[in-house]
């Protein structure tokens, strides 16, 4: 077994700030996500990222930047926040492949002020 | 572009009765999965069933890839299920999943 943490667990900025948030994992997975799941909705892709040295742009991601550190971590940068990016943001992983069940991490809650 | 259809979107239900979830998917999916989400929660994976029909504890999903769709029955549903379930779905050649709207469940006792 394994855990995803997200950091921080509640985000709060101003808007036009760029914010950092950050995913770790210990499943040693090759490959992690970035989802945004507004209020009472289904979640969106953001970015992928397949292996350690690979970036992939999702459906979302406009006004986004992501990082991957390294294998364990995966960053999501927010550009310039806006009010109604407010959201959770979700980080997943999965071992490498197409047919990979995913797992999520307890997510980071972002209210622009 | 890809979809993902819940049906019903909310339902509410009495303790110790079944539930029926649907999901409909626009395309031939390769894989699926049913996940859990408490309010405020993460989501939880329930079962990941590209297709055919797998168990779980009270929990048995159904996948017809052919027909494009999929269910998960709920046997004897418990307060304790209240939630939002979702079903996501993806295709060959892709690591992404796109997810529907979710069923909101409320049990009550």
């Known amino acids: 077994g394994g855990i995803i943490t997200q950091t921080p667990k509640f985000l709060i900025g101003q808007e036009g700030q760029k914010l950092t948030l950050k995913c770790q994992q210990n499943?040693?997975?090759?490959?992690m996500y970035w989802y945004r799941q507004d209020s009472g909705k289904g979640l969106r892709l953001i970015y992928y990222?397949?292996?350690?040295?690979?970036?992939q742009k999702g459906d979302l991601s406009e006004g986004y930047d992501a990082s991957r550190e390294k294998k364990s971590s995966f960053s999501l940068t927010v550009t310039s926040a806006q009010k109604n990016e407010m959201a959770v943001f979700l980080c997943?992983?999965?071992?490498?492949?197409?047919?990979?069940?995913?797992?999520f991490g307890p997510g980071t809650r972002l209210t622009v002020l | 572009g890809q979809q993902v259809q819940q049906s019903p979107a909310s339902l509410v239900l009495q303790e110790g009765e079944n539930a029926e979830l649907q999901c409909n998917f626009s395309?031939?999916?390769?894989?699926l999965q049913w996940f859990y989400q408490r309010p405020g929660g993460s989501l939880v994976s329930l079962l990941y069933?590209?297709?055919g029909t797998k168990h779980t504890g009270r929990l048995t999903s159904t996948t017809v890839t052919k027909e494009r769709r999929s269910s998960l029955h709920i046997s004897s549903s418990q307060i304790t299920d209240s939630g939002t379930y979702f079903c996501?779905?993806?295709?060959?050649?892709?690591?992404?999943?796109?997810f529907g709207e979710g069923t909101k469940l409320t049990v009550s006792s």
């Open positions: 395309s031939t999916a390769t894989q």
């Open positions: 997943a992983s999965s071992i490498l492949g197409n047919y990979a069940e995913q797992f």
């Open positions: 069933n590209p297709s």
């Open positions: 499943f040693n997975h090759d490959t």
């Open positions: 990222s397949i292996t350690e040295n690979d970036l």
């Open positions: 996501a779905m993806g295709q060959g050649g892709s690591a992404k999943l796109i």
